[in-house]
């Protein structure tokens, strides 16, 4: 995972401030891109319809994760015919005369038990996937049913449940940011941390706790969420932590020595390497997964992305195009290894989002609307990013498409672990 910076510009002021689905069927497509926008497309002709006629909380819960999916074209519940919502079981004749439906999920409750069944119209009258779960809690059977639904579809579990953290700046009394996490479908936030201070740049690690910069000792020092404690104080910056995947070792910018350079700590704080030692301002590190660092540097003149190994050698600039390139994170999905996603600035003086395949150089354009789109992160699988545009916070598949709301009041958003 990464961490973000708002810009390597902002570090003196920080200081002075204190999926669409692989092997599916052709009738599978992306969900619609933002107008204008310029990004692959796979050329298939529409969405999976889903119906799922359930009501109360567990059906909002089951229609917004399908939503989210970027799989489906979800049937809204009030279009359905009243017999098919009230039906207790599947009458596959009866929903193939609803226009649009290709896939019916239906939910029951018997005892403790929530029961949810998925149907595909062109594969019979039996369930293709049937599951139950504890029925107290509707939230995480919901969750845990659509990441069947896309293991199903994809061979691959998905990511529902998983995590993201956030700041969330309160102006009164004083101004003060803290940290929180939410559900990747906007559910269940939480705080991290509730004080008067500035709390900024949270990353999580591969067990789901917060690394974050906090100045409640009036340093910049880097805290965690595990026992909420200080494991960084050095003088002057410590900032941007990024836990590797093993959970062992921590990349950040420290500026003890009076400029701002990557280091690797260990869970204590000690030091265990210095990975970058050059007249420019570096920081902003993200894990790849294979022992690989993408930060930001501006050696070149201008904030780039960079990448170099773990221990710190072979530097080699990632971003060609662009004068403002920043906040990168690498994705760790399988198969997916090979993109950095990360904020640009364009001609017109827009920040969208943007990935570069790092094997091939080649850039795609993941964003283009209104307002400043910035600090993007993968999901632990890969098909999905989280950024913040004007405030919100938004995912989006990996296309950059299917871009949906999930909070507001959100910046640096950074996207933990698969849910247990």
């Known amino acids: 995972m990464k961490r973000t910076l708002?810009?390597?510009?902002?570090?003196?002021?920080?200081?002075?401030?204190?999926?669409?689905?692989?092997?599916?069927?052709?009738?599978?497509?992306?969900?619609?891109?933002?107008?204008?926008?310029?990004?692959?497309i796979s050329g298939q002709s529409r969405l999976l319809g889903v119906a799922i006629p359930a009501d109360g909380q567990l059906g909002d819960l089951l229609r917004k994760n399908a939503q989210i999916s970027g799989g489906f074209q979800v049937i809204p519940r009030r279009s359905m015919p009243s017999a098919l919502v009230k039906a207790t079981g599947f009458d596959k004749k009866a929903w193939g005369q609803v226009g649009n439906v290709d896939v019916v999920i239906l939910t029951s409750e018997a005892g403790s038990q929530l029961r949810m069944a998925m149907y595909e119209l062109s594969k019979g009258d039996k369930p293709v996937l049937s599951k139950g779960y504890p029925a107290g809690d509707p939230l995480s059977a919901a969750n845990k049913f659509m990441n069947e639904v896309v293991n199903y579809y994809t061979q691959e579990p998905g990511v529902f449940g998983s995590r993201i953290a956030f700041v969330r700046t309160r102006r009164e009394p004083t101004i003060s940011k803290n940290v929180y996490t939410v559900q990747m479908n906007g559910e269940s936030t939480s705080a991290v941390t509730s004080n008067r201070s500035l709390n900024i740049l949270p990353s999580m690690g591969p067990g789901g706790e917060v690394v974050f910069t906090s100045y409640a000792k009036r340093n910049p020092d880097l805290w965690t969420s595990n026992g909420t404690k200080r494991i960084s104080k050095y003088p002057g910056l410590n900032l941007g932590g990024a836990v590797s995947p093993d959970g062992g070792t921590i990349a950040l910018a420290l500026s003890k020595d009076g400029n701002s350079e990557i280091y690797t700590i260990d869970r204590s704080g000690n030091i265990k390497n210095r990975l970058t030692k050059n007249a420019a301002i570096d920081g902003q590190p993200s894990w790849s997964g294979g022992g690989q660092l993408a930060f930001v540097s501006d050696r070149a003149g201008g904030p780039q992305v960079y990448r170099m190994?773990?221990?710190?050698?072979?530097?080699?600039?990632?971003?060609?195009?662009?004068?403002?390139?920043?906040?990168?994170?690498?994705?760790?999905?399988?198969?997916?290894?090979?993109?950095?996603?990360?904020?640009?600035?364009?001609?017109?003086?827009?920040y969208d989002i943007f990935k570069v395949d790092v094997k091939t150089g080649k850039v795609t354009r993941m964003t283009q609307s209104p307002g400043r789109n910035l600090d993007p992160s993968w999901s632990p699988d890969g098909r999905y990013i989280a950024y913040t545009q004007s405030g919100s916070l938004y995912v989006a598949n990996e296309d950059g498409d299917n871009n949906i709301e999930i909070a507001k009041g959100a910046s640096t958003p950074d996207w933990g672990p698969r849910a247990d």
């Open 6 to 40: 708002l810009g390597i510009s902002l570090l003196a002021s920080l200081l002075a401030v204190g999926a669409h689905w692989a092997g599916t069927p052709p009738a599978v497509a992306n969900a619609a891109p933002l107008a204008a926008q310029d990004t692959d």
């Open 309 to 350: 190994s773990a221990s710190g050698g072979g530097a080699s600039r990632v971003t060609k195009s662009g004068s403002y390139n920043q906040s990168p994170d690498w994705s760790q999905g399988k198969n997916r290894g090979q993109w950095i996603v990360y904020s640009g600035r364009d001609n017109s003086n827009r």
